[in-house]
Every structure is written in structure tokens, then in C-alpha cells.
């Protein structure tokens, strides 16, 4: 496995601890979407994806959010997630994609962070301009012609990927 793009969001917000959000190509061929990155208390990690865990209502089975007092559908009182069978540090949120071993966590994490300190050297030039996520925020993003893209999204085909060292070698 080869992450053969990383795309950096900077974050300007006054939540100090979210610094950025990522897209992570692997293989040309898989794609995965809002990674985080996060200031720690020992510098930049890597959060994956994920999502508010949920619990189904005793009385009408409806999904509600972890924590929930009350079903949003039926108003039953929902049980204390002290009773709820939880993974450990799961702090309410499941993780979507993550890597199985530490050393395909490692190996993605560094490549992100290289990734984000280059976008973080870029945005401290006068001509920066941030790269959209998004790929339809890429339409009318060239102020010269405003009906063509500056530049392709990243999804399209005619468009090169980086290459890893791995694959020049």
C-alpha cells in the first residue's frame, strides 16, 4: 500500500487544537476522506475518520446519538452510557477507516504531516491560494475565465498523480 497523494485543507478557526483537514489517496485506486489533523499535546497527529457512535431505543429501536438522555423519536428515557457495552477509548466516536498495524499507521501519519508542514511553508507566501477538497469547489475558482476550473479536481483521470520514491526507484 502506497499513499501516492495527500490533500491539506489548512484550518483557520479558533479551535486551536484542528489544524487541518486531509484527503488520502492510496494506490491511485482508494480514496479516504476528512482526516484530521490535530494539535496534541506532544505536536501534529493523525485522527481518522469517524463517527458519533450511536445507541438503537429500547422502546421503538430508533438510533440516537451516544449520551442521549431521551429517544428523538419517542422521548423514552435512553439508558446511561455507563450500562452501554463500549470499545475503550472510544470517547463516544467509532472510528470509519483506520490502519489495522502500527507500521501502516506510521507510515500514513508521516506522509500526512509531511504533506500538511509543505501546505503550512506554502500558505506563509503572498501568492497562496488554498487547494479546495472539495471537487466540485474547484468550478469557478480561476478569476480569469470564470466558467473554467483553474485547475482539475482531484479525481479526474487526465490529471497526473504524485509519484512516491518508491515508484520512481
Not at 488520502?24 to 476522506?33: H, I, L, N
Not at 429501536?61 to 452501554?84: D, H, I, W
Request: charged share 30%; aromatic share 6%; with cysteine.
Amino acid at each position: 500500500m502506497n499513499v501516492t497523494e495527500v490533500r491539506v485543507c489548512l484550518v483557520n478557526s479558533a479551535d486551536e487544537q484542528l489544524l487541518a483537514f486531509c484527503i488520502v489517496t492510496f494506490d491511485r485506486a482508494f480514496v479516504v476522506r476528512d482526516i484530521r489533523i490535530i494539535n496534541g499535546t506532544n505536536g501534529p497527529f493523525v485522527a481518522m475518520p469517524s463517527r458519533r457512535a450511536t445507541t438503537n431505543c429500547d422502546s421503538c429501536g430508533t438510533k440516537n446519538y451516544l449520551g442521549s438522555k431521551f429517544c428523538a423519536e419517542c422521548g423514552a428515557r435512553m439508558p446511561p452510557v455507563s450500562q452501554l457495552k463500549l470499545p475503550e477509548r472510544s470517547r463516544g466516536f467509532i472510528d470509519i477507516a483506520h490502519p489495522i498495524n502500527a507500521k501502516s499507521r506510521e507510515k500514513i501519519q508521516s506522509a500526512i504531516l509531511e504533506a500538511y508542514q509543505r501546505e503550512l511553508t506554502k500558505s506563509r507566501l503572498p501568492e497562496y491560494r488554498p487547494d479546495p477538497l472539495e471537487p466540485d469547489a474547484g468550478e469557478n475558482n480561476n478569476p480569469g475565465n470564470p466558467g473554467k476550473p483553474a485547475k482539475p479536481p482531484h479525481w479526474q483521470p487526465d490529471r497526473k498523480p504524485k509519484q512516491d520514491k518508491e515508484d520512481e526507484a
